[in-house]
């Protein structure tokens, strides 16, 4: 088991090496590049290769349009601030501080696999193979979520554009992509499940809140279901779909808020339960407080 865990790149270690931080290094800003490059080309051009429909991604989006399209201008300033976000947690790769080093290369295997597969996803997205791309969505997701649940205790600098910021997306990329890859997307069946499944953001996100006390993720995920809502209110103003997602978004906003303020202030979040229960969580919580 000591073998395996010192080959793994997942496994979690308090402190790494000189190559393997080299490594790191080279491979988290590699990787970053790629997914960056990959996503702004073809948000503005389609690819010119294969036998199946092609398009941009917006193209994708609009054209296949279902209970989960979402606007492209709202999304795009979400992937702009975030890729922006990452690039200032890979500069701590390259601090003077062996803490912010260590505390980066702790979730940089993960982040490396997110870039990867979202690299794939997005090549295979613009090609119209949704049922692959779902798949790998499937897999970021169960990747990030590892990422979370083993990595939640880290400063804003690396939770957000590594761990919250990309599973926030993921989350609602699988049900964008998946109503895209279901055959009648835009039909009144599947919109009523539409109708039903939009509410999973709302207590994806309240999970996150209450039990991690993470107002990234509910900020996050309030963005998105802001795209939500403007994309649907702009292609069918009588309709549920734009009503519940700017519902989920002021829900999610609002409690938001009440995280994020008294974190901001150095104070105790509103709800807890005991005195011990409450130190535990402080610990636990990845936003009180930067170290």
């Not at 403007?230 to 292609?235: E, L, N, Y």
Request: hydrophobic content about 55%; glycine content about 6%.
């Amino acid at each position: 088991m000591d073998r395996f865990h010192q080959i793994n790149p997942f496994a979690k270690r308090e402190s790494h090496s000189a190559n393997s931080i080299i490594w790191y290094k080279v491979l988290t800003l590699a990787s970053w590049l790629l997914s960056v490059v990959v996503t702004v080309y073809y948000a503005i051009e389609p690819p010119h290769d294969g036998k199946y429909h092609r398009g941009t991604i917006w193209h994708q989006n609009y054209l296949h349009y279902s209970g989960f399209t979402l606007n492209s201008v709202i999304t795009s300033i979400y992937w702009i601030v975030l890729f922006i976000l990452q690039l200032g947690y890979i500069s701590h790769l390259f601090s003077s501080k062996a803490e912010s080093v260590n505390a980066a290369c702790a979730v940089g295997s993960h982040f490396i696999a997110n870039n990867l597969l979202h690299f794939g996803f997005v090549m295979l997205f613009v090609r119209s193979h949704f049922v692959w791309a779902e798949i790998l969505l499937i897999l970021n997701f169960a990747n990030l979520s590892s990422l979370y649940f083993r990595h939640n205790a880290y400063p804003r600098f690396i939770h957000l554009p590594a761990v919250s910021g990309p599973l926030a997306w993921t989350f609602v990329a699988i049900y964008w992509n998946g109503a895209i890859m279901v055959p009648h997307q835009g039909g009144l069946v599947a919109r009523i499940f539409a109708n039903i499944f939009v509410w999973s953001i709302l207590g994806y996100g309240m999970f996150f809140i209450i039990l991690y006390k993470d107002y990234t993720m509910g900020f996050a995920l309030s963005v998105l279901a802001a795209s939500l809502g403007v994309a649907q209110f702009f292609r069918q103003v009588i309709a549920f779909q734009w009503i519940f997602a700017f519902t989920i978004m002021a829900v999610l906003f609002v409690f938001t808020a009440i995280v994020a303020v008294p974190a901001w202030a150095g104070r105790e979040v509103p709800w807890g339960g005991t005195a011990e229960r409450r130190q535990v969580d402080a610990e636990r919580a990845p936003l009180l407080a930067d170290n």
